[in-house]
């Protein structure tokens, strides 16, 4: 009885720490962050904003970030728009192949960052992409897409199929219950592959290193070459508005998926 107790107990402390050795970098660097000091130092030794002035002043940092921001929408638009649809064909068709195109558009979070960041270097330089945004908007959007596929595919397996026939016998077109009725139930599914897009392409930096140039330095290239060149606190405040922005979306997206849940265990049985 004793070691079945223990037991839960166990797993409790360990997953405990797990978590504090994961979370323990952040409780470091936003100190930092607020440094007064000219270089990284923990514990500080004073406090102040001059790190996030410069951040929002110059050195290019909020220009970076502007443009992180233009990508990953524009990325969030193409991968969602695609990869939906791409999830409604593996989901709702039957053709030949089908286990070889899933597996291809699952390729790009399989196939290591680097060897994708090579190949898409390779392609872009003769088409003049190399250095343009818009090579990091589609270079991006293939590395977004599969996130989409698996999350929307998802949501498409849990979607009771007879709602949407129950429209289309009521008279509804294909189209219109597909509209009306299936795309409203699975819209938190939709939107969570979204935030998962742009969560991608933001901090996305293996690619960037190869794409850029030096007219298209996004964000966690910005830092990357801050960690080579520079290492001020400067991009310890970086860190930190990343981190917040990511808490700020995984909490979005943790929200969708419960709300997903409960339209999915809500939904009426129309017809069986």
């Not at 070691?3 to 323990?24: D, E, I, K, N, Q």
């Not at 270097?121 to 897409?145: K, Q, R, S």
């Not at 943790?254 to 409960?262: A, G, K, N, P």
């Amino acid at each position: 009885m004793n070691g079945s107790r223990a037991a839960p107990f166990a797993v409790w402390v360990l997953a405990c720490l797990v978590l504090l050795f994961l979370v323990f970098p952040i409780f470091v660097i936003i100190p930092i962050s607020f440094s007064g000091a000219s270089y990284l130092q923990f514990p500080p030794e004073s406090f102040s904003l001059r790190w996030y002035q410069e951040y929002f002043g110059g050195g290019g940092w909020w220009e970076s970030t502007l443009l992180s921001f233009k990508i990953a929408i524009v990325v969030t638009f193409f991968a969602t728009a695609f990869g939906t649809a791409a999830a409604f064909a593996l989901v709702r068709s039957t053709f030949p192949g089908k286990a070889i195109v899933y597996g291809v558009l699952l390729s790009p979070i399989i196939v290591p960052s680097i060897i994708t960041a090579i190949a898409v270097y390779f392609l872009f330089a003769p088409l003049h992409l190399v250095g343009n945004w818009w090579g990091m908007v589609l270079a991006h959007t293939v590395l977004a897409i599969p996130l989409v596929v698996v999350v929307v595919s998802a949501s498409l397996s849990g979607f009771r199929i007879v709602l949407e026939q129950a429209a289309m016998g009521l008279g509804a077109s294909p189209a219109v219950a597909l509209w009306r009725v299936t795309l409203p139930i699975i819209s938190p599914g939709i939107a969570t592959a979204a935030l998962l897009a742009f969560l991608a392409s933001f901090d996305e930096v293996v690619v960037a290193i190869f794409l850029s140039g030096t007219n298209a330095v996004t964000l966690p290239k910005r830092m990357w070459d801050g960690v080579w060149l520079e290492i001020t606190p400067v991009i310890a405040a970086a860190s930190t508005i990343i981190i917040g922005l990511t808490v700020i979306l995984f909490v979005a997206i943790e929200f969708l998926r419960r709300r997903s849940e409960t339209i999915a265990d809500g939904a009426p049985l129309v017809c069986q």
